[in-house]
């Protein structure tokens, strides 16, 4: 399994169940867009919580790979316990209008995250 991979399946891991999960690939790296149902609203039985974008950097997905594999477990662990804090932190409710997308919170994974 590549890196990318274990990404997404370490925040299938942590987000709630039934999170819709998104990867767009880019230059710069890849971004996982996390989002769920609220079942807050009786008006807006379909209104999705927040839309948490994660950004992992080329340079991080690099360094991952090239690393010995105590450095990737390690790397694996750091990355678990970021997701779990910010995700203890986040708030999915938001006001935002029907007409209107849910705002986007930004969480970011670079080669200090992993490897400190």
Known sequence: MGFQDEVVNAIRQIMPADAEIQVVN?????DVG????LNDDPERPNKMS???SIHVSHEAAQDFTSALEHGQADAYRRLNSFLSQ?????DPGH??????PPPVEQWFVDTN???G
């Open 95 to 100: 006001n935002a209008p029907r007409h209107e």
């Open 26 to 30: 880019s230059m710069l790296g890849f």
């Open 113 to 115: 995250l992993l490897f």
């Open 34 to 37: 996390v989002s769920w149902k």
């Open 50 to 52: 927040k839309t948490i």
């Open 86 to 90: 910010k995700l203890a932190n986040f």
